[in-house]
Nanobody, 116 residues
Framework: QVQLVESGGGLVQPGGSLRLSCTASGFTFSNYAMSWYRQAPGKERELVAGITRVGGRTNYADSVKGRFTISRDNAKNTVYLQMNSLKAEDTAVYYC?????????WGQGTQVTVSS
């Protein structure tokens, strides 16, 4: 059974930090490119950051460049999103996504709320 389980979300003040984790099971994690998406209320889901199968390349949305860092540990079947200097506009449900060719999987999402 394929599972992507996100954790690490929560409430944080503006300027604060959070680290999201997504642990995969049920498929060969190292064969999949991994990404984080987010969806704010009333908005479409958007790509936040992506990382290639062995972590050699990463890409980021312009809105998070310099503040967020995506990484992965293939030995632990886990992808991370370190989020620093958080802003109110980062408030959203964050989703983990795995893709290999035409096959993709989604996690259930974790809520991140940035508020004072």
């Amino acid at each position: 059974q394929v599972q992507l389980v996100e954790s690490g979300g929560g409430l944080v003040q503006p300027g604060g930090s959070l680290r999201l984790s997504c642990t995969a099971s049920g498929f060969t994690f190292s064969n999949y490119a991994m990404s984080w998406y987010r969806q704010a209320p009333g908005k479409e889901r958007e790509l936040v950051a992506g990382i290639t199968r062995v972590g050699g390349r990463t890409n980021y949305a312009d809105s998070v460049k310099g503040r967020f860092t995506i990484s992965r540990d293939n030995a632990k079947n886990t992808v991370y999103l370190q989020m620093n200097s958080l802003k109110a506009e980062d408030t959203a449900v964050y989703y983990c996504h795995a893709r290999s060719g035409s096959i993709d999987y989604w996690g259930q999402g974790t809520q991140v709320t940035v508020s004072s």
